[in-house]
């Protein structure tokens, strides 16, 4: 029978192929999924390009349930695959249980700490990202009144939001920023709808130029801006092509630079937290063609101007997860 | 009329619905190039080849069993119930809590409240739907579905606020104690001497969830209440004129349908992760609608379709890990054509499958 003799052949060809990707780095992608268009996108271009640049394979897969995460990472683990790359603190439980499991494997989560010896914490300075946005917002402001869209309700975004205030605030102190976060559920990252809702009703309370750090979200809120005229902010990746003339900047955060770093280094990853900051290149804003017309030589000079002050440590953002609270409203 | 045999109508028609289903995922699987027999042999070895494999299609299968038994036993009395995915969502939280508020010295302890404490939990989520559909009409299907939402927001607003664990940002609680440690499959088996993979996540709650389908049949096909359900499931009206409380039935059922739904907590919070967290039911509430279907709302048959859905889930994952050409929403795809083919598509091959039998009796006699 033809339908025995494909299962035959399946199986002994299945023999070969199993000792394959022995040391290959892997990577696995948060329930998002890889094409999210901002966080998990962002790895995967920062593994691409190891695989380009170096000619070397990696493994990856895109988790459709939580209880897949521990089995994810003990398959890779197991496989050899070293070392297996995590994008999102959701990892963050699950990889504590795990990585005692295989103390010959490295490990590798992004946005944030695991504190075991196998283990490399990669963590971004959002807050000074954000704090570089939030000078150019209060430039760019004609109303003095500038808005911030966070996706979901978490320290995380809480602690992007306090850096952007901090920014507003220290270039006008007269300045009001008014804040909304899309909902408290992972759903809140991929709410367009929502996005370009919330960012209408703070355009009614006068804002003009309204942050958006809130994954997919930020594609209703960005266009919502677009459509009434105002500015926006991008965050992530550089999100300045999607609207030219109305984007203002965008706050990157180097995800592929991570990964890229964490393949580069293979199976002798150094562990350990692990900060990308302004000074090594982890946090960004973004200026290029789309927005080198909005984004004023005036804006420029201040904002390069905190960026250098941040770097040197002549200004201090302060960190909203070192204490779970900010400074000023 | 007539009607085909029972064994006809529990296995024949299921089993053709799947043969039919799995022709289809076979085109689809073709139509980007791989070949389908590689990816069947895949999901069954990757679902059944492995201790591991089967101690999650196992675990998996816990979880949809409790949500086809929840749907059933609505069925039963003709309430759509969509509304298992909150109600199991909500009953996490009475496991947490239960589980939280004691150093609990052993899980044979934790257990039995852990169960009541998933139970009222899910009970209570459905009792407001029922009461409104009992008392004002309000149809089930709009008012189990919202609650989805209102229970999703429960969780987000307790897991950002009072369970939340201070030292992670994800939204959970903190690490239940040892002591509420529910034995695994592996633990279980280790002194009989059979060895199962360790990090599966098996764990008793497959012998409650097996208890509960035992439970249904007893209470549906042998008790008054259960009789009772029936009654009204297949006429209301003459339910009525014999004198049973459409009220009571409609919120008891609700109860029992509810707390089945919550026993997926057990499963889940206390037996896997052993935390609360944010999504943990992750659409096993909207399977139970699939599973209660296939089965034909008899327990034995959701045994064996969750049985088989736990093979789906777990086979599929292992499909993406052996074929990277096949993306996640590629084995989405197949799993919806096999629900489509069972549940949406069942009389597609029933009427046939009936006219075929009416025609072999007619030939005999």
């Known amino acids: 029978m033809s339908f025995t003799k494909a299962i035959l052949g399946t199986a002994s060809a299945l023999a070969i192929t199993a000792t394959a990707a022995l040391s290959d780095p892997a990577i696995i992608y948060d329930l998002g999924g890889k094409f999210d268009k901002s966080f998990n996108e962002a790895a995967s271009k920062g593994a691409d390009r190891w695989a380009k640049e170096s000619g070397g394979k990696y493994r990856e897969i895109e988790l ?28 963050a439980s699950t990889l504590d249980t795990v990585a005692p499991d295989y103390p010959d494997t490295k490990f590798a989560i992004i946005d944030m700490v695991v504190d075991k010896p196998n283990v490399r914490s990669v963590v971004f ?103 009434e005229g105002i500015y926006s902010i991008g965050v992530d990746s550089n999100q300045n092509y999607l609207h030219p003339g109305s984007v203002l900047t965008s706050m990157v955060k180097r995800v ?74 | 009329m007539d009607k085909i045999p029972r064994w006809a109508d529990i296995f024949l028609v299921p089993f053709i619905n799947l043969v039919l289903a799995f022709a289809a995922s076979g085109l689809v699987v073709l139509a980007i190039g791989e070949n389908p027999f590689d990816a069947i042999y895949y999901m069954i070895r990757g679902a ?30 003709r309430l759509f119930n969509i509304g298992g995915e909150g109600q199991a969502a909500v009953s996490g939280i009475g496991v947490a809590v239960v589980v939280l508020a004691f150093d609990w010295p052993h899980w044979a302890l934790a257990l039995p409240f852990a169960i009541i ?70 633990e279980v088996l280790a002194p009989l001497g059979i060895a199962f993979s360790k990090s599966a996540p098996l764990n008793i709650s497959f012998l409650l969830a097996l208890l509960c389908a035992a439970g249904v049949w007893f209470l549906l096909w042998r008790t008054r209440l259960g009789y009772q359900i029936r009654a009204f499931g297949q006429s209301e009206a003459a339910a009525k004129y014999a004198g049973i409380s459409s009220v009571k039935i409609i919120i008891l059922t609700m109860l029992i349908s509810g707390a089945l739904a919550g026993m997926l907590s057990i499963n889940v919070v206390m037996g896997e992760q052993e935390r609360l967290i944010k999504e943990f039911v992750e659409g096993a509430g909207f399977v ?78």
């Open chain 1, 125 to 227: 300075s959002e807050h000074e990202g954000s704090y570089l946005v939030g000078v150019a917002a209060a430039m760019a402001s004609k109303t003095g009144t500038v808005g911030f869209i966070g996706g979901m309700d978490v320290p995380l975004i809480r602690k992007f939001a306090c850096g952007y205030v901090q920014g507003v605030k220290a270039t006008n102190p007269d300045a009001k920023v008014i804040q909304n976060m899309t909902g408290t559920t992972p759903t809140a990252w991929n709410d367009p709808v929502k996005g370009a809702e919330l960012t209408k009703a703070q355009i009614a309370q006068k804002a003009d130029v309204v942050y958006a750090a809130a994954g997919g979200t930020g594609v209703g809120v960005l266009q919502a801006a677009a459509d």
């Open chain 2, 288 to 365: 139970g609608i699939a599973v209660a279907l296939m089965g034909r709302s008899h327990p034995f048959g959701i045994v064996l379709a969750a049985l088989l859905f736990g093979m789906l889930t777990q086979g599929g994952f292992e499909l993406l890990w052996e074929m990277p050409a096949i993306s996640r929403e590629m084995v989405l795809v197949i799993q919806a054509l096999i629900i489509l083919f069972t549940g949406a598509l069942d009389n597609m091959v029933r009427d046939p499958v009936e006219k075929l039998f009416r025609r072999i009796r007619k030939g005999r006699i």
């Open chain 1, 64 to 91: 459709s349930s939580e209880a897949q995460r521990e089995q994810a990472l003990r398959r890779f683990a197991e496989d050899g695959a070293n070392p297996v790359v995590m994008t999102g603190f959701a990892f």
């Open chain 2, 48 to 77: 059944l080849g492995s201790t591991s494999g089967l101690g999650y299609t196992l675990y998996y299968a816990t979880n949809y069993i409790f949500t086809g038994l929840a749907v059933a036993v609505a069925f039963h009395a």
């Open chain 1, 256 to 329: 592929d630079v991570a990964v890229f770093d964490a393949f580069s280094q293979g199976a002798d990853l150094t562990t350990g937290f692990h900060v990308l900051g302004l000074a090594n290149g982890g946090v960004d804003y973004a200026l290029d063609e789309y927005n080198a017309k909005i984004f004023t030589a005036d804006i420029k000079a201040a904002v390069d101007a905190a960026k250098a002050d941040i770097i040197s440590g002549k200004i201090k953002v302060h960190d909203y997860m070192s204490d779970n609270n900010c400074p000023i409203e």
């Open chain 2, 117 to 186: 404490g998933a139970g009222v939990m899910g009970a209570a989520w459905a009792f407001i739907p029922a009461y409104l559909q009992a008392k004002r009409g309000s149809h089930i299907v709009i008012t189990t579905i919202m609650f989805n939402f209102i229970g999703a927001a429960l969780m987000g607003f307790l897991l950002n606020g009072i369970l939340k664990n201070p030292n992670t940002q994800n939204a959970e609680s903190i690490g239940f104690g040892p002591g509420a440690h529910l034995p695994t499959a592996h």
